[in-house]
């Protein structure tokens, strides 16, 4: 056993103990989010980076509460805890790099365990009293949302959510309520529902309304309190889909940035639409039967039987219904080839992909 100076290594680790403690340690952490909170501020992780977050809280907390030794360093802080299964307390295994005046240096593992205080974050606590400064009221174009409707609307939300505020769902949305004509989702600041609002908007071309209620008095600040309303139409149409504008039939090619771009299956020509517009168009008529048209049912596959220098014979591949349509599209078309085209009645419109 050799010596460190003059001390065996159990009396140098007695004598020179590798830490000591500035002040009792311990780690408030809220139990639905893992937001921290340090001195009176409270932290916030994203969802999508929690360990990482936790460790560098540890790391940050254990590096301002502890003296080393002169000469001495950390070399790492690692926390042992699981996300699902919070304990009381988190263990921590140090290892330090130990370099003594009078001896070779060496690392010294150090073991430590730091109660944990759970309490709610400002955030969470709000969304357990189920204040909310607003609601988003989603509803169907056509007086419901069928299941795959509502499922979809939730996980673009939630993913928006991720992304955009990176922040755990919950801590946003703090209620669901499922309605036979659509769903109320309950908001905890107005802010992060007007933008939700707008992703709707902005991706499945969605009609906004926003109105609010005067509710009371803050009294803490004497403020105005108001709740926001904001009523979210989803359309029955998507990308893929036609429609029927000002006696032409479009192809809807996509939706994004509050537009819709349409191709006029007649004149070849795109156009976009501000979703507002379109759906002041379709609003005057009141069956959607009069104006839209959905792929599933008007979306066909056509086999070309024959071709001449301007015309193409072309068979429904469903129905072995023949057409004879105008060779209109700028692509090589031969016989033997199937293309995809929208009908009406008798009538044919090829697409151009
Ligand atoms: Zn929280």
């Known amino acids: 056993m050799s010596l460190i100076g003059t ?20 780690f408030i952490i809220c139990p639905l989010c893992m937001a921290t909170k340090s001195g009176s501020k409270w932290y916030y992780p994203s969802s999508n980076n929690l360990t990482q977050f936790i460790e560098s809280f540890v790391s940050k907390k254990v590096k301002e509460s502890i ?10 802080i690692k926390p042992i805890f699981s996300l699902d299964e919070p304990s009381k307390e988190i263990d921590i295994t140090m290892t330090i790099k130990r370099s003594p005046i009078a001896a070779e240096s060496y690392n010294e ?6 109660p944990i205080e759970f309490q709610l974050c400002p955030r ?13 009221q989603i509803r169907g174009a056509k007086g419901t949302l069928s299941p795959e409707e509502r499922e979809n609307i939730l996980s ?7 992304k955009r505020f990176k922040e755990v769902p919950q801590s946003i949305v703090s209620k669901i309520v499922q309605k036979n004509e659509g769903m109320d989702l309950y908001f905890v600041s107005s802010n992060s529902a007007t933008k939700i609002a707008s992703t709707l ?21 004497s403020k105005r309190q108001y709740r926001v309303y ?7 149409f998507q990308v893929g889909d036609f429609i029927k504008l000002d006696d032409s039939f479009y192809e809807i090619q996509s939706i994004g940035g509050g537009k819709i771009s349409l191709y006029n299956l007649k004149t070849k020509a795109h156009r976009s639409l501000l979703v507002n517009n379109l759906w002041t168009q379709i609003s005057n008529r009141q069956k959607k039967e009069e104006y839209l048209y959905p792929k599933e049912e008007y979306l066909h596959s056509y086999l070309v039987i024959a071709e001449t220098p301007d015309s193409l014979q072309i068979m429904n591949m469903k129905t072995y219904e023949t057409y004879e349509v105008q060779k209109a599209i700028d ?18 419109f090829l697409l151009e992909n």
């Open 7 to 26: 001390l065996c290594p159990k009396c140098y680790k007695e004598e020179m103990p590798a830490i000591t403690f500035k002040k009792s340690m311990s």
């Open 67 to 76: 003296n080393l030794q002169k000469f001495d360093e950390i070399i790492s």
């Open 156 to 162: 673009l939300i939630e993913n928006t959510i991720k």
């Open 109 to 114: 593992i150090i073991e430590i365990s730091v």
């Open 201 to 221: 908007r902005d991706s499945v071309a969605a009609l906004i309304k926003t109105t609010s209620k005067l509710v009371g008095l803050d009294k803490s600040t």
């Open 230 to 236: 904001i009523s979210v139409r989803i359309p029955h």
């Open 331 to 348: 692509k090589n078309i031969v016989s033997g080839d199937t293309i995809k085209g929208f009908q009406v009645n008798d009538n044919v």
């Open 124 to 136: 969470d606590s709000r969304v357990k009293s189920g204040s909310y400064e607003a609601i988003l």
